[in-house]
């Protein structure tokens, strides 16, 4: 079983829908949870990040985490066109920089308008 | 103002060929990064310096050597090139104590024919 697993899609949404983004992992020591976005030909920014269990809002983005169940997610609200591109959840023990994340595959996502 | 900029942004050459990428940051960040993301988008830390010393070293062949010359800078040199280097690398760059919070660079395209 892989540490990180996050189904590819592709995911096509209308614009306005409420998106849902997920990722299961199977390391319990991992702590910090991160959510990246990577637009076509340019590298991943930092969207969304979490210690521990618990849910983060920034506007129209949501992220939760559910480590009982070794279960993080990502939803997007009202989405947008400009919201298309791949989501890369990401994960990690610890937040010093000799630890490193590992991340998912990523999901493409397409919000059509 | 690019925060991370690496160069090349493409680079094609031919299989047992030597050659070089260069990363810089402007973000006073004292931890760098090199990342491989493969054609199904998985991406894979493959080193990390922190002020000049190396802190992260997965399992990657030896053709592939780092030097960082100083904290904002981390260069990635290949040595005799393989089909299998094909992919995007790029340059990352982070504080010690937020590692999660990676900015990345917009990537080289290498190609090996």
């Known amino acids: 079983q892989k540490e990180v697993e996050q189904d590819p899609g592709p995911l096509s949404v209308p614009e306005g829908a409420i998106v849902s983004l997920n990722c299961t992992y199977s390391?319990?020591?991992?702590?910090?949870f991160m959510w990246y976005r990577q637009y076509s030909r340019k590298g991943p920014e930092l969207l969304m990040y979490?210690?521990?269990?618990g849910n983060k809002e920034d506007g129209r983005f949501t992220a939760q985490v559910d480590k009982s169940s070794k279960y993080i997610s990502l939803f997007i609200r009202d989405s947008q066109p400009s919201d298309s591109a791949t989501y890369l959840c990401?994960?990690?023990?610890?937040?010093?920089?000799?630890?490193?994340?590992?991340f998912g595959k990523g999901t493409t996502l397409s919000v059509s308008s | 103002d690019t925060a991370v900029s690496q160069t090349p942004k493409y680079l094609v050459t031919q299989m047992g060929n030597d050659k070089s990428i260069k990363c810089e940051q402007n973000?006073?960040?004292?931890?760098m990064y090199w990342y491989k993301q493969d054609s199904k988008k998985f991406l894979k830390i493959m080193f990390s310096?922190?002020?000049?010393?190396?802190?992260i070293n997965e399992t990657v062949p030896n053709r592939f050597s780092p030097k960082s010359p100083d904290k904002a800078h981390l260069n990635l040199h290949i040595n005799s090139l393989e089909l299998g280097d094909s992919a995007v690398y790029f340059c990352?760059?982070?504080?010690?104590?937020?590692?999660?919070?990676?900015?990345f660079g917009s990537g080289t395209q290498l190609s090996v024919l």
């Open positions: 973000l006073g960040h004292d931890t």
């Open positions: 310096y922190n002020n000049k010393e190396l802190i």
């Open positions: 979490t210690y521990s269990s």
């Open positions: 990352a760059s982070s504080l010690v104590r937020a590692g999660e919070k990676l900015f």
């Open positions: 990401a994960m990690s023990r610890g937040n010093q920089a000799g630890t490193a994340l590992i």
């Open positions: 390391n319990s020591a991992f702590q910090y």
